[in-house]
C-alpha cells in the first residue's frame, strides 16, 4: 500500500526555499512513510492580497512542483470565483495537467451563483473540487461561510466530486449528517449525482479525532469509501515528525476499532485514486 497526502499546501517565497524542490519534499515525504500527494498552488489575489499570485504565477509555481514527477505530486490549483475569466482559466489549467482545484470560502458562500458556476465547470472539466471546511483560522471573521450544511446546496450539481476539508471540524457530526445526505437521499439519479469525500486532515486534534474516528467506522455508512487522509503540511518545509504524528494516531484508532488493512488501502490510497481519476494500473 502506498499512502499519500492529499492535503498540501505551498506558499511561494517562503524563508524556506527560493524554488519549488520536488526531490526535497519527496525525501522528507518518505521519512514520514508517505509516497506522495497534492500540492495546492499559492492562492489568488483575491483570496489573500498580500500573500496571494496572478494565475500565471500559479500555474508557473504548480509546474516547478510536479513536472516530471506527476505519476507522486498532482497539482492542484487554488482558485476564487472573483476572478477575471476563472471559467476559461479553469480550461487553461486543465490542458496544462492541473489535476483539481482548491477553493476556500473566506468571503462568499458556497452556494452563491459566482461559485456554483465553477462547481459545474469542474464538472464538466471532469475534475475534483478540494473544499476547506469548518473554522477558519485566517485572522478574519469567515468561519460562518464553512459550516457544512452550506454545502447542501451542491446536491443538484451534476457529476460534481467534492472534498469537505478537515470533516467540518469543530462541526464534524453536521459534515458526517450531510454525507448520510449525499450518499442516501440524493437529489440527482444515481448517475449524476455528486459524490462527496471526507479530508481526514487536522482539524479535529487529538481528543476530538478519536470521537470522530469512532463514529466514521461506527456508522456502517461505508464512509470509508469517502475518506481520504492529509495532513496540511507545507511543501516548502514539508514536516516528517508532524505528518507522522497523524499517521500513528490514525492508525492507533484505526487498530483500536478493528479496521481492515481493505479499508485503510483505501482511506490512504484508493480514494484518492478515484477522486483525481487516476488509474494506477
Known amino acids: 500500500m502506498k499512502i499519500y497526502d492529499m492535503h498540501i499546501h505551498s506558499w511561494a517565497r517562503t524563508k524556506y526555499m527560493e524554488k519549488p524542490d520536488p526531490e526535497a519534499i519527496l525525501a522528507n515525504m518518505a521519512q514520514a512513510g508517505i509516497y506522495g500527494g497534492c500540492i495546492f498552488s499559492n492562492p489568488p489575489k483575491e483570496e489573500h492580497p498580500v500573500l496571494g499570485s496572478s494565475f500565471e504565477a500559479r500555474m508557473e509555481e504548480l509546474r516547478g512542483w510536479t513536472e516530471g514527477y506527476t505519476h507522486r505530486l498532482f497539482p492542484i490549483l487554488w482558485i476564487h470565483p472573483d476572478e477575471e475569466n476563472i471559467p476559461e482559466k479553469m480550461e487553461q489549467a486543465v490542458a496544462a495537467g492541473v489535476m483539481g482545484f482548491k477553493i476556500i470560502c473566506n468571503n462568499f458562500y458556497v452556494y452563491e451563483e459566482k461559485c456554483m458556476r465553477l ?23 469567515a468561519s460562518q461561510y464553512n459550516r457544512p450544511l452550506n454545502w447542501e446546496y451542491l446536491l443538484t450539481v451534476k457529476n460534481l466530486k467534492f472534498s469537505m476539508g478537515h470533516c467540518g471540524w469543530p462541526w464534524t457530526d453536521e459534515c458526517l449528517a450531510l454525507y448520510g445526505e449525499f450518499k442516501f437521499a440524493p437529489a440527482l439519479p444515481k448517475e449524476e449525482a455528486p459524490e462527496m469525500f471526507l479530508d481526514l486532515t487536522a482539524g479535529p486534534q487529538e481528543p476530538y479525532r478519536k470521537d470522530l474516528m469512532e463514529k466514521i467506522y461506527g456508522m456502517s455508512w461505508g464512509i470509508d469509501d469517502h475518506l481520504m487522509f492529509g495532513t496540511d503540511c507545507s511543501a516548502d518545509h514539508y514536516n516528517p515528525k508532524y505528518a507522522k504524528k497523524w499517521l500513528d494516531l490514525d492508525g492507533a484508532a484505526m487498530d483500536g476499532l478493528n479496521v481492515s488493512a481493505e479499508s485503510r488501502q483505501k482511506v490512504y ?8 481519476g487516476i488509474d494506477e494500473k
Do not use: T
Open 119 to 141: 462547481l459545474r465547470k469542474s464538472a464538466e472539466l471532469n475534475k475534483p473540487v478540494l473544499f476547506h471546511s469548518g473554522i477558519l483560522f485566517d485572522n478574519q471573521v
Open 269 to 276: 490510497q484508493d480514494n484518492l485514486m478515484r477522486f483525481l
